[in-house]
């Protein structure tokens, strides 16, 4: 038995939704005067080395908006890409929450980890359910 064709885009929609994502949160880190570092994080932004902090996290919001627009890219044009796009943002995703919590802990909670723990669980239910749909048209 063959799904219907909404079953098979439910992992280019999720894909999508994580890549709006990305455009707005590399967009506020980008473009905001402080990248969010004082006015988000709530970080000490009085020290000399405070500009150093502020251009990590405006390159980071750089790196962000690339891939929002690559998994943009991906969920409407290439979705043969897919499946590859959700893994390598449930990585990205885990990884992230691996340095947080034990490998380099912050010393206060970091205002995105909404971000992290939600993309990471819409990645890896997006690739159970191309899992899924894929299986199912295999067997006919």
């Given at each position: 038995?063959?799904?219907?064709?909404?079953?098979?885009?439910v992992p280019a929609?999720?894909l999508a939704g994580?890549?709006?994502?990305?455009?707005?949160?590399?967009?506020?880190?980008?473009?905001?005067?402080?990248?969010?570092?004082?006015?988000?994080?709530?970080?000490?932004?009085?020290?000399?080395?405070?500009?150093?902090?502020?251009?990590?996290?405006?390159?980071?919001?750089?790196?962000?908006?690339?891939?929002?627009?690559?998994?943009?890219?991906?969920?409407?044009?290439?979705?043969?890409?897919?499946?590859?796009?959700?893994?390598?943002?449930?990585?990205?995703?885990?990884?992230?929450?691996?340095?947080?919590?034990?490998?380099?802990?912050?010393?206060?909670p970091v205002p995105?980890?909404?971000?992290?723990?939600?993309?990471?669980?819409?990645?890896?239910?997006?690739?159970?359910?191309?899992?899924?749909?894929?299986?199912?048209?295999?067997?006919?």
């Open positions: 038995m063959r799904d219907t064709p909404h079953a098979s885009r929609l999720i994580i890549a709006i994502l990305n455009l707005a949160r590399g967009a506020f880190h980008w473009l905001a005067p402080d990248s969010g570092a004082g006015s988000v994080a709530g970080m000490n932004l009085s020290y000399p080395n405070a500009p150093d902090v502020v251009f990590l996290l405006a390159v980071t919001g750089v790196s962000q908006l690339l891939w929002g627009v690559c998994y943009l890219y991906i969920a409407l044009r290439q979705r043969f890409l897919v499946s590859f796009a959700l893994g390598t943002q449930a990585a990205a995703s885990a990884l992230v929450l691996v340095t947080e919590y034990w490998l380099k802990p912050p010393v206060s995105g980890r909404f971000a992290h723990v939600t993309t990471l669980a819409l990645s890896v239910a997006g690739l159970a359910i191309a899992a899924v749909v894929s299986r199912r048209n295999r067997r006919g």
